[in-house]
């Protein structure tokens, strides 16, 4: 166990929000993320942690909890190159292992063998951090070493100074203590027994407040800008914002003359240029989007010159690609947001005009922040010299007081902060850098006691992995830390940080958990906005949580509760489920120093039980007077962007009062979603009680057949849907695969003339109960074996309406909508979001307006397009779904059909806004693959897209679809056309946008916040083989409509694992292609996509794709093998892994696998809940939050 975790995950949380492929600082290398399992196939996470470098000998276990022998290991992070050169990496080790950089495997030596070194080559640019990814596998020797060297780097282990972690936990594991605002605090008890929390006193001495970085902005420490050279220096920056010394401004004008000199655009950039106002350091702070086909020029006399252009945006991910003079600069060099990049080249200009550009597949993409031009001695340019700007000394941004037999952090503070501790104790104090810092000295009450060169910086060093203890004497004391630009306490001295600190022998440890108070300004207390003042006990979490605690008293009245926070800055944005004398609300600011808000609000007295849920950025609060499942209430829910971390935990407010807790728990989960079936009589699943709601019609008893397919037609019907002539249909028909219905009696009734005569399939029996004020009453006996069930109704003449048949178990006087079955099935398997595209019919839907879709008041949901036809045209109503999904506490996943038009979206904005619990969030997404052409919508889109652009063309007017000026061949029309798909790629982005708009004004329509990427969550939809589809999309979206992740929540894929197509295969070759299957995705890719964009990449469906008429008994068998449970957990958690978020199962529900269609399902039948399918589903949603590539879970 490393107990620096507890430092990264508090003291250092400015490392921590948004870490998604984050690049650090050059020389404060950390070491690598290491995961380790407990097994050879790196599926068994044991413990993960930080190792400095990778040099080890075991003679035994790695660590307590992982066996002696058949472990393997996986490192991850980013190594710092210090020379442009070759550099061979060498691996000795014994067993197995392989070693990626920059995503190419250079070393593959994988087959067990005994204590060897092979090496690999591959060159590096100075300055630049690659990704590198070390896999070892033990097989009885535990040994392995990675080292390298270059022309000017001796062999050696990779230091630690090389190597740079990325990412980090799931949660903070132990319980930290803090205090936000004015004042100070106390907590005692456990978390189990109970805890008592203290807002204390606002008295001096008052301590500034904690060191935490604005949750915007995630803290990644930039390279420093070079002073400006003499010659010209350009800061591309809004013509509103605060200038730079030194530079001239470009605020994306048109190439003119302008501040003394001639520069700028050949097509105006003034829209894209933004003033982030993350950064301090405005050259960073400021840039500039490059479109496509843009250039930016400057008139210089020809001549030679050297040119450094920096690029990054401090507030959104970049792919940069740079062209000076048309040499390149940058080749597509990706950057996350916050990070930055300069370069310098020399180059030749002969026309009078210093060019940049960008490649095309930039645009959009490239963020140019400021360029320098100076010429060569040899041709100096006649441009005025400028005045550097200020040179920037090194800094600190903090102290942290840590406790060193644990490296907890006790608080953070700044300069002259006077503290109260205890004295032989053992501490440490470790100073956080800010930038330019090489080196830092400690100076205690006048004496230098220890000067450090590495981060972290503390004041006794360290022993191993931990901090080593510094123990205080009895007395007042002053530490004076100093940062340093050069090593060893030389060159350029910045800042200090002094603080005074008593040490008595009183200790400030109350029932093990850490004490520290930090604020200022001055109140009585409360949560949030200028009267920000609570102390508070709370953990650290990433992704979805769950906190639930009973807040037992308020001693005096007073104010407690449950508080959700990006940073503990006061006045900072929060989400609060707060408690006072009379009543229990959900609180919450948006914004640093915003208004406090209240979504909610219930009266309560007592003790009470709170519980406040995550869901990306949707928070939910809920009372219980007991805890127990059924008794929570609705108190309110809020959209609020907290970050990727949120400090969750329990506090009181209001000075003097204590609040005491007990049952505190911080539950973390996987987001794990499913698709719900089609439906019609032909599943396992029926989910109605009612089964005529899922027939596929009502076929005409008089023989007439359809003219186009030959087969008979559909009854004549009202406009309910229910037949105005003698017909025939089916509630239940298993013919195709054998499925016997379930044997039972069957309720039955209907109204209609009293001569009505009503026959059943053959073998079942009718028993007529009675007639009374026009309905007929039945019992239908089915016996068991029968695969179908169906009535044929005669004499009706044409007046036979509210027919139905309920499944057995039910009566006809209070039947519920769903079956208790089909309601268990989804709560067993308990899935978090409910995806209804088969559901609703999103495949070849042809509804384009509101009164064309099914309605509740509907005969049937699944009327078929005729008979013989097996899945329904329209899906189940709306209205269904949305009661499904407020009867399980289930988000919903909504496909909106191709052709809906504007007034149907905002007729389903509406409808969801006001029927879907408030609670509940929303995945929206515009049809379903509209790529593939196996479904009509996709051909549909094309030919849409196709005639767009030719009208565009026949009326002589620019084309959006065709932006970048495509061939336009009128004489291929629809799919024929060579640009039908890319055109209908834009058309698919431009609808999800527009679709995105609807919803959002739905909402502030009705007065209510934007919900739109909180409650509302657009998903791109996106094909993983092709996720170039995407990059259209994209660039597209971001040429009209500025930044995609302002609207769009994410982009969705469908990975599948596939069995081979040998007709002859048996059960273990099915279930050894599946899993082939699963280990050959890369999802590494279309996540690293996804995230550039400043976007999620979730799963629209995942699962396991037999589909096909070969090997149906062996796809079957290998369904129900016990193996199927590792594999559904493999599958889903290796796209978790390399960064996915939500994964939505194809599908949750049960339809038999003797079937060519696949067996997409959990399982065959509602009566069968313990599945391997199942059990691996349920294994995935019960663990924790799955170690990743960019979030480690730290033991």
């Known amino acids: 166990m490393s107990n620096r975790r507890s430092v990264e995950l508090v003291g250092r949380v400015s490392l921590m929000e948004g870490l998604e492929s984050r690049s650090y600082f050059a020389g404060v290398g950390q070491g690598l993320v290491a995961e380790y399992f407990a097994d050879k196939s790196f599926a068994s996470l044991a413990l993960a942690r930080h190792d ?78 690659y990704p590198i990814s070390v896999e070892y596998r033990e097989e009885g020797t535990g040994s392995v070493r990675l080292s390298w060297s270059s022309a000017s780097t001796p062999k050696q282990v990779i230091p630690k100074s090389q190597l740079y972690r990325v990412g980090t936990g799931a949660s903070s594991g132990g319980w930290l203590e803090g205090h936000i605002g004015p004042g100070t605090g106390s907590v005692s008890g456990s978390t189990t027994s109970g805890i008592n929390i203290k807002n204390g006193a606002v008295s001096p001495p008052v301590s500034p407040p904690p060191v935490s970085p604005p949750p915007v902005s995630p803290p990644v420490s930039p390279p420093p800008v070079s002073p400006p050279a003499a010659g010209i220096n350009i800061n591309f920056q809004p013509a509103t914002a605060t200038p730079v010394v030194g530079y001239l401004i470009d605020n994306g004008d048109l190439y003119g003359a302008r501040n003394g000199q001639s520069y700028g655009w050949t097509i105006s950039h003034t829209d894209t240029v933004v003033d982030r106002e993350l950064h301090a ?44 003079e048309k040499v390149s600069l940058f080749n597509y060099v990706p950057l996350p947001a916050n990070a930055f990049q300069s370069r310098t080249i020399a180059v030749d200009v002969a026309d009078g005009k210093l060019t940049l550009a960008t490649g ?128 060893n306490g030389t060159g350029q001295a910045g800042t200090a940080i002094s603080v005074s600190f008593s040490a008595s022998v009183a200790p400030v440890q109350a029932g093990g958990l850490m004490s520290a108070a930090a604020g200022a300004g001055a109140s009585a207390g409360s949560f949030g906005g200028s009267l920000d003042s609570y102390h508070y006990l709370y953990r650290m979490a990433r992704g979805n949580a769950e906190l639930t605690a009973r807040l037992d008293s308020l001693t005096p009245a007073g104010e407690g509760g449950l508080i959700a926070r990006g940073g503990l800055t006061v006045g900072g944005a929060f989400v609060g489920l707060t408690r006072d004398a009379n009543s229990v609300s959900l609180e919450y600011s948006g914004a640093s120093g915003g208004t406090v808000l209240t979504a909610g609000s219930r009266a309560v007295s007592g003790p009470v039980y709170l519980r406040l849920v995550r869901d990306g950025n949707q928070y939910a609060g809920y009372f219980s007077s007991t805890g127990a499942a059924g008794t929570w209430q609705f108190v309110g829910a809020a959209g609020v962007n907290l970050g990727t971390f949120n400090y969750l935990g329990i506090a009181s407010a209001v000075e003097g009062t204590t609040a005491r807790y007990s049952a505190v728990k911080l539950k973390t989960s996987n987001p794990l979603g499913g698709n719900l079936n089609a439906m019609s009589d032909r599943v396992q699943d029926l989910p ?87 309905v007929h009453t039945y019992n239908v006996i089915v016996p068991a074996g ?156 094309r030919e849409e897209a196709v005639a767009e652009v030719f009208a565009d063309k026949a009326a002589g007017r620019a084309s959006q679809l065709n932006y970048d000026n495509l061939p336009v061949d009128t004489t291929k029309p629809g799919g024929t056309n060579p640009n039908a798909y890319a055109w209908a790629e834009r058309y698919y982005a431009r609808r999800t946008k527009q679709i995105t708009d609807i919803f959002r004004q739905a909402w502030l329509d009705a007065g209510q916040p934007d ?85 999620e990449l979730l799963a629209y469906e995942i699962g396991f ?91």
């Open 688 to 774: 109605f009680v009612d089964l005529v709601k899922t027939t596929r019609g009502f076929f005409n008893a008089s023989g007439r057949v359809n003219a186009a397919t030959g087969l008979t037609d559909f009854a004549t019907t009202d406009a309910n849907g229910w037949p105005t002539e003698n017909f025939f249909f089916d509630v239940v028909n298993n013919t195709e695969w054998g499925v016997p219905a379930e044997a039972g009696t069957y309720p039955m009734s209907f109204s209609g003339p009293a001569g009505v005569t009503v026959t059943a399939t053959p073998g079942v029996t009718l028993q007529k109960l009675g007639y009374l004020a026009g």
């Open 1011 to 1095: 919900p739109v990427n909180s409650r509302v969550r657009t998903i791109l939809g996106a094909q993983i083989a092709t996720m170039s589809r995407t990059t259209n999309h994209l660039k597209f979206l971001i040429q009209f409509y500025g930044e995609p992740k302002k609207f769009l929540y994410g982009v969705g894929v469908a990975p599948y694992a596939n069995v081979n197509g040998r007709p002859q295969s048996t059960a273990a070759e099915v279930i050894a292609s599946l899993s082939k299957s699963i280990d050959s995705f890369n999802f590494a890719s279309p996540v690293s996509l996804a995230k550039s964009w400043g976007l």
């Open 281 to 324: 350091n405005q050259l960073l702070d400021t840039n500039i989007g490059v479109k496509s086909g843009g250039k930016w020029e400057l008139a210089v006399p020809n001549g030679r010159y050297t040119v450094t252009v920096g690029v990054g945006d401090a507030g959104a991910a970049t792919n940069n690609n740079v062209y000076v």
């Open 52 to 129: 400095a470098t990778v040099n080890f000998d075991w003679a035994g276990a790695p660590a307590a909890g992982l066996p002696a022998d058949g472990y393997s290991v996986r490192w991850t992070g980013q190594v710092l190159a210090d020379f442009s050169q070759n550099y061979t990496f060498y691996a000795k080790s014994a067993g197995g292992v392989r070693v990626w950089l920059n995503g190419v495997k250079i070393i593959d030596h994988w087959t067990t063998h005994a204590n060897q070194e092979v090496a690999g080559s591959i060159a590096l640019t100075a300055g630049e951090y």
């Open 360 to 487: 095309s597949a930039a645009s959009g993409l490239t963020h140019f922040t400021y360029i320098q031009v100076a010429a060569d001695a040899s041709s100096p340019p006649t441009v005025p010299p400028v005045s550097p700007p200020p040179v920037t000394l090194p800094s600190l941004s903090g102290l942290q007081l840590l406790d060193a037999s644990t490296d907890l952090v006790i608080g953070a503070f700044t300069s002259g902060a006077t503290l109260d501790i205890s004295s032989g104790k053992t501490y440490s104090v470790v100073a956080e850098p800010g930038s330019g810092v090489k080196s830092v000295v400690f100076v205690l009450d006048g004496v230098k006691v220890r000067t450090e060169g590495f981060a972290p910086y503390s004041i006794a060093g360290e022993t191993g992995p931990d901090f080593a203890p510094w123990v205080p004497s009895a007395g007042n004391h002053t530490l004076v830390v100093t940062p340093f630009a050069g090593s």
């Open 1105 to 1195: 794709d037999t589909f096909g008429p070969d090997n149906i008994a062996a796809k079957r068998t290998a369904s129900l093998d016990a193996r199927m449970q590792e594999m559904v957990n493999r599958f889903v958690t290796r796209f978790y892994a390399a960064g996915g978020n939500l994964a939505n199962w194809f599908t949750v529900g049960a339809r038999s696998y003797s079937s060519p269609y696949g067996t997409w399902t959990l399982t065959e039948s509602l009566d069968v809940l313990n599945s391997p399918k199942i059990k691996g589903f349920q294994q995935v949603r019960d663990a924790a939050p799955v170690a990743t590539k960019a979030h480690g879970v730290f033991a």
């Open 786 to 941: 029968k695969l179908k069930l169906g009535f044929a109704f005669a004499n009706t003449a044409g007046q036979v309406k509210n027919i139905r048949v309920l499944q057995p178990g039910y009566s006809l006087s209070n039947a519920p909508t769903f079956t208790a079955k089909y309601l268990n099935l989804l709560r067993t398997t308990n899935p978090g979001v409910l995806r209804l595209m088969d559901w609703t019919k999103t495949n070849n839907n042809p509804v384009a307006n509101w009164s064309e879709r099914n309605t509740p008041s509907q005969a049937t949901q699944a009327k078929s397009a005729g008979a013989g036809e097996l899945q329904p045209v329209k899906g189940i109503a709306w209205e269904y779904a949305i009661q499904l999904a407020n009867q399980l506490g289930k988000n919903i996943w909504v496909n909106v059909p191709a052709k809906a038009s504007d007034d149907y979206v905002r007729n389903l904005a509406n409808l969801l806004r006001t029927q879907l619990n408030p609670d509940l969030n929303i995945y929206l997404e515009y049809t379903n693959e509209a790529w593939n052409l196996a479904f009509s919508q996709a051909n549909w889109l």
